[in-house]
């Protein structure tokens, strides 16, 4: 089956701890994002990658890391600056980017909660 | 700023009823939108785009820069409608991105 894959479904972070969520896709996909979701705000971008090698900013990028080192992984790293960390986070990817012929595709997310 | 706003929070309709879900914006130019859905236990899929000018499971949406308003509609609603509806917009400045507004519930009873 071709598609996103987020893991793990559930991760809990200690104080002062980094956590790594995982995004994976098998659909040859250029473009990926990260987004956090909260209850009654809808989704944000937190970063997104055009291609290998490269990511940008989005509007809530402080507090979190990513990289890309290969096409279908962008991993998203949660670190000790972020201070609200508990939320819904969700992984998607695009053949590109900013078409809106090319929609986006979405993995199933991974809810971080704080121990 | 470019945005959207959906108003309620939650919508609640009997099965058979119209719905109407409610999506404005706020931008400069010819804006793209979408509709995007979650149901319950799946993840967040496009429903339709307004470009496509399409009737994805019984719901249409069109554009109406009058109003500036791209509202989600089903002349009669299903139980399986039941999800959290994203009216989202495409950016034109910079890195265009989705924006999502924050998301209607809607509940449709038996």
């Known amino acids: 089956d071709g598609g996103i894959t987020q893991s793990p479904k559930y991760l809990f972070r200690k104080e002062g701890q980094n956590v790594t969520l995982s995004c994976e896709q098998n659909?040859?996909?250029?473009?990926m994002y990260w987004y956090r979701q909260d209850p009654g705000q809808g989704l944000r971008l937190i970063y997104y990658?055009?291609?290998?090698?490269?990511?940008q900013k989005g509007d809530i990028a402080e507090g979190y890391s990513v990289s890309r080192e290969k096409k279908e992984s962008f991993p998203l790293t949660v670190t000790s600056a972020q201070k609200n960390p508990t939320a819904f986070y969700l992984c998607?990817?695009?053949?590109?980017?900013?078409?809106?012929?090319?929609?986006?595709?979405f993995g199933d997310g991974t809810r971080l909660s704080i121990l | 700023a470019q945005g959207v706003t959906q108003p309620e929070k939650l919508l609640s309709v009997f099965k058979g009823a119209p719905v109407e879900l409610k999506c404005n914006y706020s931008?400069?130019?010819?804006?793209?939108l979408f509709w995007y859905v979650q149901y319950s236990r799946q993840r967040l899929q496009l429903l339709l785009r307004?470009?496509s000018r399409e009737s994805i499971k019984g719901f249409t949406a069109d554009l109406n820069k009058g109003e500036t308003s791209f509202h989600l509609k089903k002349p009669f609603a299903q139980e399986e409608d039941s999800a959290m509806y994203y009216c989202?917009?495409?950016?034109?400045?910079?890195?265009?991105?989705?924006?999502f507004g924050t998301g209607t519930r809607l509940l449709v009873s038996p």
């Open positions: 990658s055009q291609i290998v090698n490269d990511f």
């Open positions: 931008y400069s130019g010819s804006p793209e």
């Open positions: 659909l040859n996909h250029d473009a």
């Open positions: 307004h470009i």
């Open positions: 998607a990817s695009s053949p590109r980017t900013g078409l809106s012929n090319q929609p986006q595709h």
């Open positions: 989202a917009h495409l950016t034109n400045t910079g890195f265009q991105k989705l924006v």
